[in-house]
């Protein structure tokens, strides 16, 4: 492909970018756009393993976490509509604009096909009180946050229909191409180099507006970029934890309820944030692959297929401080040790052998009341790669959470590792999301200051407001 240039470079087809180009279009801007997305479009994305049985690990990248519309078109799809929830933008643009965005992005996928219904909107319900009651008397903080769950099957049509109304309206796509290194001469970023994955061939797009929107998969590109560029950052946060999967009959309450229970905890005796995060009511466990052949754990929720199980995310968050700069690089150790003790594939664990210090042998599963969604984990001991903190205060938040849903700490509840959350060093951004290099914008997950589908959107959304502004 020869050289180009554009008004607006968009690195990353996950939401913060397809939301940028949609603002753009709807803004009527007449801007001329390129979406860069190093994985396929929707309709080629599949995983081999609905086949196969098992991860096959896909090379060059896992099409679960990469191509259009990125980890969201296979994420079981919520949309969570409050700004307590799923980023940081609140302590950036205020806590007001960030719900008032959330509105506005929310009606956009509901023009694209959304589920119209919304689960756990009624705080003031009896039922709801009653479990923040027990929640208040465990230490833990019950948030109320409404959900527009799409579902992982439906969440793929939402994105189809989108990417063909970016490619309609003129917006130039493409895929299966790698981003290289940023062009910035003089402190003002002029575009990018890139390479076609299939052919090899280097190409360069020179643009008036570039946006970094790479998501968890970019986040140590981007910060390498930032390393090289001194473009300004600080330490983030990183979240280690497991994928808890336990039988629909323990979570039935609050999964009529509340749909999605969002717990958080400071447990003793470090007092770290621990968190309930992605709670897919019959669900499936399932596991995404970053590059390097690191396996993670995920869950996904199908409107029309159900298990019989629940499971949610518990995460333990880490920020760290001088020296220590390399978040994402310490939990891909933590993630890499503990995909070495099951061989490359994910560990799972009862939590009554955690308690009584011994590894889960495989026939121990097979006669549990809990039977895994992920087939192919394999039954190990999560304890000998997880570190001691981040697994204590995992430990300490299930019996917590216990006392709000009985049975949540049983001797068969299954935990999943490693299930990381990468964030990139939070780039220091303005209330245009504008990096301190001119020209160069950073958005979503991988700019650390979003995690999840709603705040990466808006982020999009503002900064296709304001660029040209």
């Avoid at 979406?35 to 060059?60: A, L, W, Y």
């Avoid at 330490?235 to 009529?256: L, Q, S, T």
Wanted: net charge neutral; with cysteine; hydrophobic share 35%.
């Amino acid at each position: 492909m020869a050289d180009s240039r554009c008004d607006v470079l968009i690195i990353g087809a996950g939401p913060s970018g397809i939301f940028t180009a949609l603002e753009l279009i709807r803004e009527n801007s007449n801007k001329t756009i390129t979406i860069v997305e190093q994985g396929k479009n929707i309709d080629r994305r599949s995983c081999p393993k609905n086949k196969t049985g098992k991860c096959v690990n896909c090379k060059p990248y896992c099409n679960i976490t990469t191509g259009f519309s990125g980890a969201g078109a296979f994420s079981d799809g919520k949309l969570s509509l409050s700004p307590e929830v799923g980023g940081d933008l609140p302590e950036l643009i205020g806590y007001d604009k960030v719900q008032e965005l959330i509105d506005y992005t929310d009606g956009i996928y509901l023009d694209f096909g959304a589920d119209k219904k919304i689960e756990g909107a009624d705080s003031e319900d009896e039922k709801v009180k009653e479990i923040r009651r027990r929640a208040i008397s465990a230490g833990l903080k019950l948030v109320d946050c409404p959900i527009r769950h799409l579902g992982t099957e439906k969440a793929h049509e939402v994105y189809s229909r989108i990417e063909k109304y970016l490619s309609d309206n003129g917006v130039n796509l493409l895929f299966d191409t790698s981003a290289g290194d940023l062009i910035i001469e003089d402190g003002v970023c002029r575009g990018a180099n890139f390479i076609n994955n299939k052919t090899g061939e280097e190409f360069v797009i020179t643009a008036e507006k570039t946006v970094v929107a790479v998501g968890r998969v970019g986040a140590d590109w981007l910060d390498d970029l930032c390393r090289r560029y001194g473009i300004k950052r600080r330490a983030g946060v990183v979240d280690i934890g497991v994928r808890v999967e336990c039988r629909n009959e323990v979570m039935e309450e609050v999964n009529d309820v509340l749909y999605e229970s969002k717990l958080i905890g400071y447990v003793p005796p470090y007092n770290d944030k621990v968190r309930t995060f992605c709670q897919n009511p019959g669900g499936f466990v399932a596991q995404e692959n970053y590059e390097g052949g690191l396996a993670v754990v995920n869950g996904h929720s199908f409107k029309d297929k159900k298990s019989k199980n629940t499971n949610v995310a518990i995460l333990s968050s880490h920020h760290f401080r001088v020296p220590f700069d390399r978040p994402i690089e310490y939990a891909r150790k933590v993630g890499e040790l503990t995909n070495m003790l099951g061989n490359g594939q994910i560990l799972v664990q009862r939590f009554g052998d955690i308690l009584e210090g011994k590894r889960t042998w495989e026939k121990e599963l097979m006669r549990s009341n809990v039977r895994p969604t992920l087939p192919d984990a394999v039954a190990g001991d999560i304890t000998a790669g997880m570190p001691y903190r981040p697994m204590s205060n995992i430990i300490g938040f299930i019996k917590a959470v216990d006392k709000v849903v009985p049975g949540f700490a049983g001797k068969e509840t299954l935990l999943y590792s490693p299930e990381i959350k990468f964030y990139s060093n939070k780039v220091e951004i303005d209330e245009n999301f504008q990096t301190s290099v001119k020209n160069l914008y950073t958005l979503g997950d991988g700019s650390g200051w979003t995690r999840g589908l709603m705040q990466a959107s808006l982020m999009g959304v503002l900064t296709a407001r304001n660029m040209f502004r």
